[in-house]
């Protein structure tokens, strides 16, 4: 897949198809970096911690 690696929406896209795959890890990783490109994206902040209690973990601010 070739997408600008700034485009937060591209990492949010493809971190909530990883999640549909259930690959927690790699979408983690993904909304990571789309949180760090977009800090007021709701979206990727409701799909980080979906897949960080997919994982067993817990948001660093809990």
């Given at each position: 897949?070739?997408?600008d690696p700034?485009?937060?929406?591209?990492?949010?896209?493809?971190?909530?198809?990883?999640?549909?795959?259930?690959?927690?890890?790699?979408a983690l990783?993904d909304?990571?970096?789309?949180?760090k490109?977009n800090p007021?994206?709701?979206?990727?902040?409701?799909n980080l911690?979906?897949n960080l209690?997919?994982i067993?973990?817990r948001?660093k601010?809990?």
């Amino acid at each position: 897949m070739n997408f600008d690696p700034n485009d937060a929406e591209a990492y949010r896209s493809r971190g909530a198809a990883y999640s549909n795959l259930k690959d927690y890890e790699s979408a983690l990783k993904d909304l990571d970096r789309a949180v760090k490109f977009n800090p007021n994206d709701a979206i990727a902040f409701y799909n980080l911690r979906i897949n960080l209690s997919g994982i067993g973990r817990r948001a660093k601010s809990d």
